[in-house]
């Protein structure tokens, strides 16, 4: 991999997190974003980070990504899912339900069970992590 394709490092970051190696994953995102800090495809690193600290049981960071996510990209569904997870997870039930609410808003359709399963995860305790906090965010089963 050209060491200067940014996209190559963002890419890459997703199959480092459906293997389940989360540190390498973050190490990926930071790679992508120093090479290409103002590229379109921000927000999916952003996301990915996000994914990566509630999988590391890093609720509050999670939150905090999140936070940004959707302060950031106001119409993004990914941002509003995981803020609603994080939340959830960190035990933060209320928050969780108004992000849930603002995601059901902007995509009607989506069940806990149907997110859970929707990236290829390696690890089960990554799938049964997210569908966890889908569930205590209050999303359908």
Known sequence: MNPNFALGWQQGAWVQIFLGNHHTALEYVRQFERLSPFDP?????????????????????????????????PAFTPGWRLLAVSKALAGDVASANIATKKALELAPSQTASALALFMPLRR???????KEGYIRAGFPP
């Open 41 to 73: 495809q921000v927000r999916y690193g952003k996301l990915q980070s996000t994914l990566v600290h509630i999988f590391q049981g890093h609720y509050e960071e999670a939150a905090q990504s999140a936070e940004k996510i959707v302060g950031e990209f």
């Open 124 to 130: 089960t305790i990554d799938v049964e992590r997210l």
